[in-house]
């Protein structure tokens, strides 16, 4: 009978396993993460999209949500603010959460709209979905976030505003009706340009001589 000498395996082919699976693992929650979000949201409602390709402007879903950040008009911490006590400015909504990647690709991007408006009648909404409070406010810290904030643990008001996933962002006139929305992250470039020129358009109009 032969001995059969087994070969050990190169130094650190172990170590580059682990990593393989780990990114692996990774990889899997991630996209894991995905599809409990799109299932969760398998009942987004479709009106405002529908309405905007008619050329309207639905009027936007009330909601009374915890203040999660303080900023302009909107506040104190933990006080349930709705978005018609925000009537008669032009309101952003982005939706948002920490474990989002594209939403911390976007945050420069939605922060510079809230520095550069805020003064022309512009307030930016941070919508904080199905986070951890500590997560939340960790998020808005390092990423240096001035614009107020509100939470939506559950994702209750995600639904009525056809959002199925984050980041969104939805735009809404003086008179509290969508004027436009952006189902995908924000980019330099066109894509924010265009969102930009949206709000020039917005606040020139006069509260209450908005067309649609």
């Known amino acids: 009978m032969t001995d059969e000498t087994v070969e050990e395996p190169p ?7 682990i990593t393989y699976l780990v990114v ?13 979000v799109g299932m969760l949201n398998r009942g987004a409602d479709n009106t405002i999209d529908k309405a905007i390709a008619r050329g309207e402007r639905a009027e936007a879903p009330d909601f009374s949500l915890p203040v999660l950040v303080a900023a302009g008009p909107v506040g104190p911490v933990d006080q349930e603010m709705g978005l018609s006590s925000l009537r008669g400015n032009v309101v952003v909504l982005n939706f948002w ?9 976007e945050a420069p991007l939605v922060e510079s709209l809230w520095t550069q408006y805020r003064k022309r009648g512009l307030v930016v909404l941070g919508i904080n979905v199905r986070n951890v409070k500590t997560d939340a406010l960790k998020f808005h810290s390092e990423y240096g976030l001035s614009f107020p904030s509100v939470r939506d643990g559950e994702g209750k008001i995600q639904g009525p505003y056809g959002v199925t996933g984050v980041p969104e962002t939805i735009v809404v006139d003086r008179r509290g009706r969508i ?8 980019e330099s470039g066109p894509n924010f340009n265009s969102l930009k020129s949206v709000v020039d358009t917005l606040i020139a109009e006069p509260a209450g001589e908005v067309a649609g």
């Open 11 to 17: 130094a650190g082919w172990d170590r580059r396993r």
């Open 24 to 36: 692996m693992l990774i990889a899997v929650g991630a996209i894991s993460s995905l599809l409990i």
């Open 97 to 105: 959460a920490s474990w989002c990647e594209p939403c911390k690709q």
């Open 179 to 186: 004027a436009a929305t952006v189902r995908w992250p924000l």
